[in-house]
């Protein structure tokens, strides 16, 4: 079994930043893929970043030049740095991951951008 933990969200003002962590634990060989989604309430979860095996990077259009995902393969982490933060980031940030083939997702985390 393999568990993914989030973390780092919070309540932050317009204009701020949060970092997000997941980390992957369990019965890992290898991890493909990673990255992180965006869902508000009575949407689809949206991908918002991703890293692939060889290091390639994706972003969705609307977090473009403010986020940056990132990985360190020797922990099994992804991170999310996000600033620039506007109101409609508001929502819960998922991360997932396919490991040995296999996609899974994190709890969810959080995020809230109010003034």
């Known amino acids: 079994q393999v568990h993914l933990v989030e973390s780092g969200g919070g309540l932050v003002q317009p204009g701020g930043s949060l970092r997000l962590s997941c980390a992957a634990s369990g019965r890992i060989f290898r991890i493909h893929g990673m990255a992180w989604y965006h869902q508000v309430p009575g949407k689809e979860r949206e991908r918002v970043a991703a890293v692939g095996t060889g290091g390639n990077i994706d972003y969705a259009d609307s977090v473009q030049g403010r986020f940056t995902i990132s990985r360190d393969y020797a922990k099994n982490m992804v991170y999310l740095q996000m600033n620039s933060l506007k109101p409609e980031d508001t929502g819960v940030y998922y991360c997932?991951?396919?490991?040995?083939?296999?996609?899974?997702w994190g709890q969810g985390t959080q995020v809230t951008v109010s003034s």
């Open positions: 997932k991951a396919v490991v040995d083939g296999v996609p899974y």
